[in-house]
């Protein structure tokens, strides 16, 4: 079945303990991406990726870290969680070229004490 | 750049009514434009795309888009609602030349009632 995977789903941590929030798909795409969304703001890009060891920032990338070492998986990293960064987390996959045809993982929902 | 305004934050709507989403979005040219449809615990799935020709658009699950340049929307329509399809509807739109660039809208949560 094709998917994109996050893991955790549900995490509660404490500002300053550093987390990693793995994502991975199964479809061969090229174009990955992550998201968060809070309420009444929609969903905001914190980095992306084109294509393995290829990625650029969003428009909300301070205090996220990312890495594309695989086509597969593309891994968010919050180096020292801070309160503001608790949310639902948000990774997306697609085809090069496929414009918009995002595939969304579940979504994970950090919340960050 | 380019951004999105779903001016409606609930909408509540009786099995078997139609549904109206209502998108308005500002880019200076064609946009590139997008519904996308949130289950609770899930994650986005596409309904529906805008690239250009037709502008009534036909998506999954029985719904229709329109896009309207004069009037900068791309509202979302279905003629009879289901239970089912309560849910968080997402508008997103995309400018071309930027291709994996898109901005989301803050959604609009449908509760169907019986």
């Known amino acids: 079945e094709a998917q994109v995977t996050q893991n955790p789903r549900y995490l509660i941590t404490v500002t300053g303990k550093k987390l990693t929030v793995t994502c991975s798909q199964n479809?061969?795409?090229?174009?990955m991406s992550w998201y968060r969304q809070d309420p009444g703001l929609g969903l905001r890009q914190i980095y992306y990726s084109m294509n393995v060891e290829v990625t650029d920032k969003g428009d909300v990338p301070e205090g996220y870290k990312v890495s594309r070492k695989e086509k597969r998986n593309f891994p968010l990293i919050l180096e020292s969680p801070s309160p503001n960064q608790t949310s639902l987390y948000f990774c997306?996959?697609?085809?090069?070229?496929?414009?918009?045809?995002?595939?969304f993982g579940e979504g994970s929902r950090l919340t960050v004490l | 750049a380019q951004s999105v305004t779903q001016p409606d934050i609930h909408i509540t709507v009786s099995e078997g009514a139609s549904l109206e989403l209502r998108c308005n979005y500002s880019?200076?040219?064609?946009?590139?434009l997008f519904w996308y449809v949130q289950s609770p615990g899930q994650g986005l799935q596409l309904l529906l795309k805008?690239?250009?020709?037709?502008?009534l658009v036909q998506g999954i699950k029985g719904f229709e888009a329109e896009f309207k340049r004069s009037q900068s929307s791309f509202n979302l329509r279905k003629p009879s609602v289901h239970w089912s399809d309560a849910a968080e509807y997402v508008c997103a739109v995309g400018a071309r030349g930027n291709d994996y660039k898109l901005s989301f809208g803050a959604g609009t949560t449908v509760t169907v009632r019986a």
């Open positions: 997306a996959s697609s085809l090069a070229g496929v414009i918009g045809e995002l595939f």
């Open positions: 880019y200076g040219a064609t946009p590139y």
């Open positions: 805008y690239f250009s020709g037709d502008t």
């Open positions: 479809m061969n795409h090229e174009y």
